[in-house]
């Protein structure tokens, strides 16, 4: 069995209480009156009981907080993926968008997501998915944009005649109305 993994000598029990006491994290307070209990002298499997662990826990909160004190029991948030684009992809995406396709090189009129996926795999070999490229095009500030449809027979000066227009609102009130028709 490998030996215990001491804790900071620059903290104690009253300090570790104090800081669980002002927390506004459920997780680190749990943390923190956990390693409170090795403090007091308690054993790791007592500061697992505390905490609702296993021992393992208890020794990577130990190595977390040994590391970087009390911010360390803070859960921290997952790093993720690894972004598909890099900055130099998202700056050729960026000019490609904003020049437009040219029809005889492109094969398209007007880009659309799968024309851009297909084109960023052409260029970089990077296969995306419609879903994250609609991310990194509105990361980079760009929205889709179009036009309202509108009939190719479409005669403006018959609209503006079918118009309907109404008479003008008397600008008398309806109180003096009803007074004037008795």
């Known amino acids: 069995m490998a030996a215990a993994i001491g804790v900071r000598g620059d903290y104690d029990t009253a300090r570790l209480r104090e800081l669980a006491k002002r927390s506004e994290d459920a997780n680190q307070t749990r943390r923190l009156l956990a ?11 007592e500061a697992a009981k505390i905490g609702g662990v ?7 909160w130990v190595l977390a907080f040994n590391a970087e004190g009390p911010p360390g029991l803070v859960n ?22 904003e020049s437009g396709p040219i029809p005889a090189v492109h094969g398209v009129v007007r880009w659309r997501l799968i ?3 297909q084109w960023v795999f052409d260029e970089f070999r990077i296969s995306i998915s419609k879903q994250t490229l609609s991310r990194e095009l509105r990361a980079l500030e760009l929205r889709k944009l179009s036009a309202r ?9 018959a609209m503006a005649a079918f118009k309907k227009t109404s008479p003008r609102a008397s600008t ?11």
């Open 35 to 45: 390693l409170a209990a090795i403090y007091d002298g308690g054993s790791r499997t």
């Open 149 to 157: 449809p509108r009939h190719h027979a479409q005669d403006a000066e």
């Open 76 to 97: 921290g948030k997952a790093p993720g993926n690894a972004p598909l684009l890099t900055q130099a992809h998202r700056q050729a995406l960026l000019e490609i968008v």
């Open 54 to 60: 296993g021992l393992q826990t208890v020794r990577d």
């Open 172 to 182: 008398r009130s309806p109180s003096a109305t009803r007074r004037a028709s008795r």
């Open 115 to 117: 024309d851009l996926a």
